[in-house]
């Protein structure tokens, strides 16, 4: 027989537990925005160093594109040398070709995020970046709604978003680019969008490009294709995944100024 619990235990046990994470993380030295590959890998190599990472994201599960492939097939793609992460996180993979590796979404995508929450990583689904905070010509954190308030008509409600501070931001929206794309229309950058598909180069070019876009942001992933006008890659996880790694790197080496 199971313990007897009722609703109004398990109401607070989540009313709480939530509570005491973003009370907690309410302030952070790295808030990612976006969870799939280049995000939840960031976030895992981050807390793995003892950082305090909050992972903001807008939909309601975890891994973006990672889970499903291209054109919905389960299937991914990575190109060596990305395949050694596989190897790392104990997901069986196989060569298609030469420097070509294929394994199953839903194992590799479950296995990152399992081993970004063990390291230390916290997460806020349903959750989409409204503004970003500035401080003294950087980026000093994000300021955050539920998605679900995005849905309300304008006339009906105005729900007041919160901030979170941090000492970093990575941008790791993919394509969207959000918190690029929000310092574009305050005038702080100017964001050429990115370019057609052509794998070979976008993917060296996404990881030579990761870093610090503006002071207090570092983009990975598919924003960076969107910050400097790169070829967009196409269905192969590699060049996220290493991004993502690379983007950890440089965010613990300017944690180190704080």
């Known amino acids: 027989m199971f313990q007897p619990v009722g609703?109004?235990?398990i109401t607070r046990a989540i009313a709480s537990e939530f509570l005491a994470t973003l009370n907690s993380f309410a302030e952070s030295d790295v808030v990612v925005v976006g969870a799939g590959p280049a995000g939840v890998m960031a976030a895992r190599e981050l807390a793995a160093k003892k950082a305090?990472?909050?992972v903001i994201e807008r939909n309601n599960y975890l891994g973006g594109g990672f889970w499903i492939g291209g054109f919905l097939f389960?299937?991914?793609?990575?190109?060596?040398?990305?395949?050694e992460v596989l190897r790392e996180l104990g997901v069986?993979?196989?060569e298609s070709v030469r420097g070509l590796y294929v394994t199953d979404g839903p194992h590799a995508c479950s296995k990152l995020i399992a081993a970004a929450c063990d390291a230390g990583a916290k997460f806020l689904n349903m959750t989409f970046i409204e503004d970003v905070v500035l401080r003294e010509g950087r980026v000093a954190g994000v300021v955050v709604n539920w998605t679900p308030v995005t849905t309300l008509p304008r006339e009906l409600t105005c729900v007041d978003p919160i901030g979170l501070e941090s000492k970093l931001v990575i941008d790791a929206t993919g394509h969207e680019a959000a918190v690029v794309r929000?310092?574009?229309?305050?005038?702080?950058?100017?964001?050429?969008g990115y370019g057609a598909m052509w794998v070979e180069r976008s993917e060296d070019l996404v990881v030579e490009h990761t870093g610090e876009l503006y002071p207090g942001l570092i983009v990975a992933g598919m924003?960076?294709?969107?910050?400097?006008?790169?070829?967009?890659?196409g269905p192969t996880f590699g060049a996220m995944i290493l991004s993502g790694r690379k983007a950890a790197e440089i965010a613990m080496q300017k944690l180190k100024g704080f």
């Open 223 to 233: 924003a960076v294709t969107t910050a400097y006008g790169l070829p967009r890659m």
């Open 92 to 94: 069986p993979f196989k």
């Open 182 to 192: 929000l310092l574009e229309k305050r005038g702080l950058l100017k964001v050429p």
């Open 74 to 83: 389960n299937p991914v793609t990575i190109r060596a040398p990305a395949h």
């Open 52 to 54: 305090r990472v909050l």
């Open 7 to 9: 609703e109004k235990e």
